[in-house]
């Protein structure tokens, strides 16, 4: 299995998944020459995707879905909001796939979920996969932890979660202040605080791995989010020595948590 990022933050995200059948791209928010070779070195030729999954229509998250599609004739996968919003240009009618609600739906091998996620975007939306009674999540660009994601995540076995900025370091930093509203607002993205009270809660309900990403090049550091999220889980009682948690790098792949 596999299961981790390709690259992560603002200037471009995209996640792999395969179940050694299925091979699914979620998000393509990099030019397709750059994320072939990211593919090579996590082990899947481009060659050999199935399915491109999106999560909303901003463009560190579907710069490169178009080329990739018409590239490899690649069916794309995201919600009416999201195909409504997102430009990627003209692709194969039968490569363009719409949901208008949050059912389960076959992929390959794979279940998907999909899951509403709090974002200034036309129906974003998270993902569950499920294969080999595994369970893995990508849950970014979310301004607030609701209930139904929290319930959704549940004893999910590996998470790619949202720890996108630093309070303090967005406040002090030079942003303008329209941007650090909507950074920090109910529809923008997490912080590291939020990040850490959620990833604690997966922990104590069944997950075993889990990837931050989305950091800000200018708000976060790696250090910052890994020492926030692992002071929290610690105090909280749980044993971090029995957990996997890393930070996704924001040009490379990271480690595996399939």
């Known amino acids: 299995m596999i299961f981790r990022t390709l690259v992560s933050g603002s200037s471009g995200n995209a996640v792999l998944f395969s179940d050694d059948n299925t091979n699914i791209l979620i998000d393509c928010g990099i030019s397709a020459k750059r994320l072939i070779p990211l593919l090579c070195q996590a082990g899947i030729s481009a060659q050999n ?57 076959e992929v390959g091998t ?47 076995n590996s998470v790619i979660l949202e720890a996108n900025y630093d309070e303090q370091m967005l406040i002090n930093g030079s942003y303008p202040q329209s941007l650090k509203n909507r950074i920090a607002g109910k529809f923008g993205h997490l912080c590291n605080a939020d990040c850490a009270r959620f990833a604690s809660y997966l922990f104590e309900n069944g997950t075993e791995k889990i990837i931050l990403g989305h950091l800000s090049d200018e708000n976060n550091t790696p250090e910052t989010a890994f020492k926030t999220v692992s002071e929290k889980i610690t105090s909280d009682g749980v044993v971090l020595e029995d957990l996997s948690l890393s930070v996704a790098p924001r040009y490379e792949i990271s480690i595996n948590i399939g």
């Not at 909303?56 to 009416?80: Q, W, Y």
């Open 49 to 105: 995707l199935d399915y491109i999954l999106v999560t909303h229509e901003h463009t560190d998250h579907c710069m490169g879905v178009g080329v990739l599609s018409r590239k490899f004739n690649l069916p794309v996968i995201a919600s009416v909001g999201t195909w409504q919003g997102m430009n990627v240009g003209r692709i194969n009618p039968e490569n363009i796939v719409t949901f208008n609600n949050y059912d389960s739906f």
């Open 110 to 156: 794979a279940t998907v979920t999909p899951f509403k996620i709090p974002h200034d975007a036309n129906m974003p939306t998270g993902y569950v996969i499920e294969s080999q009674g595994k369970k893995y999540a990508v849950a970014t660009d979310m301004g607030h932890v609701t209930m139904n994601i929290a319930e959704t995540l549940k004893e999910c």
